[in-house]
C-alpha cells in the first residue's frame, strides 16, 4: 500500500534570482536570470512525497490571492490533498531567494502561514491519526505545529521534524519527534538534545545519521549542481517514503541522498522534485 503522509507546513511563492556575488550595502546588481515557482517547506515536502507515490494531505494556509490560487493549482497538479489547506486573510507567504556561485539565501514573509492555528489543524485530526507519518517543519507557527505532533503521538503516526528555520516550534515539537532531519547549522542550534534518530544533512558530502549512540555516514552521487533550493525538502520527503516502507533509517536516508541529488541538477524547488525515475538516475 502507498505510504500516507500528512504535512503541517507552509505554502509559500518563490522569486529566485541568480547574482554573481551578493551586493554591498548600497550597492546595485544586475542578476542573470529570475524564476517565480511555488515554494514552501511544508508544500515541497508534500509534493515530494506524493512524486514518489504516496498518499499526501497537506494542512496549511495561503492568501486570498493569485498567488495563493497558484500555489493550490500546484498542489492538485501533484495529486496532493489541499481539503485543509485554508484561505486566510492576508496575502499568500512568499520566499525570495538569492543564488549566487556558492550558495543559496532565503528570505521569508510567513504572510497567510501565520494564520494556521491549533483550531484548523484539529479539524485534520482523522487524517493524522489514520497517517503512517506526519511532516512538520518551522515555517508555521509553535502553536498548530506542537497540535499535530500531540494528535500524532496519540496514534501510531511517526512524526518527522524538519525544524528550519530553527525557532520555538523546536521547543514544543522535539520531545515528540521520532525522527529529526537538520542541516549543518540547524545542527549547532539543536545543542546537545537527545532523539531518537538524528539526521544532519552535509549538502555534497551526503548526510549523517544517528541512531542512538551509532552514527553512519552516507555518501551523495556527484552531480552538477543547478539550483540548491528544495533539496533538503526532497531529502525529507523521500526519506518519509522510504521510512514507511522500510522502517529502517539509514536505508531511507540512503535513498533521500540520491533524492536530494536529483533536486539540484533543475532550477526552482517543487519543479525541481524527483520521481523514482529521477532517483534512480543520479
Request: net charge negative; glycine share 10%; with cysteine.
Amino acid at each position: 500500500m502507498a505510504a500516507q503522509v500528512v504535512v503541517v507546513g507552509s505554502l509559500n511563492y518563490d522569486i529566485t534570482v541568480w547574482v554573481p556575488r551578493r551586493p554591498q550595502a548600497d550597492e546595485t546588481l544586475h542578476g542573470s536570470k529570475c524564476e517565480e515557482n511555488a515554494g514552501g517547506k511544508g508544500a515541497n515536502q508534500a509534493v515530494a512525497a506524493s512524486r514518489l507515490e504516496a498518499e499526501v494531505t497537506m494542512i496549511g494556509c495561503v492568501g486570498p490571492d493569485s498567488r495563493g490560487d497558484y500555489l493550490l493549482a500546484e498542489l492538485d497538479a501533484a495529486g496532493v490533498d489541499r481539503d485543509h489547506v485554508y484561505r486566510g486573510d492576508t496575502a499568500t507567504g512568499t520566499a525570495l531567494i538569492t543564488i549566487d556561485p556558492e550558495d543559496v539565501s532565503i528570505v521569508v514573509i510567513a504572510g497567510a502561514n501565520a494564520e494556521l492555528d491549533a483550531r484548523r489543524v484539529e479539524l485534520a485530526a482523522p487524517e493524522i491519526s489514520s497517517a503512517d507519518v506526519l511532516l512538520l517543519q518551522g515555517e508555521v507557527g509553535a502553536e498548530a505545529a506542537r497540535t499535530a505532533a500531540l494528535l500524532a503521538a496519540a496514534s501510531s503516526t511517526k512524526v518527522v521534524f524538519n525544524p528550519a528555520p530553527f525557532n520555538e516550534v523546536a521547543a514544543g515539537v522535539l520531545p515528540l519527534a521520532d525522527v529529526v532531519i537538520v542541516n549543518r547549522h540547524e545542527r549547532q542550534q539543536l545543542g546537545d538534545a537527545s532523539l531518537p534518530v538524528l539526521i544532519t544533512t552535509l549538502g555534497a558530502d551526503g548526510c549523517e545519521v544517528r541512531v542512538g549512540s551509532d552514527t553512519t555516514r552516507i555518501e551523495a552521487p556527484e552531480v552538477e549542481v543547478v539550483d540548491p533550493t528544495g533539496a533538503g525538502d526532497a531529502f525529507v520527503g523521500a526519506f518519509s517514503v522510504a521510512f514507511v516502507d522500510t522502517g529502517d533509517p539509514i536505508a531511507a536516508a540512503l535513498i533521500a541522498v540520491r533524492a536530494g541529488a536529483a533536486a539540484v541538477t533543475s532550477v526552482g524547488a517543487q519543479p525541481s522534485l524527483p520521481t523514482w525515475s529521477g532517483i534512480d538516475s543520479v
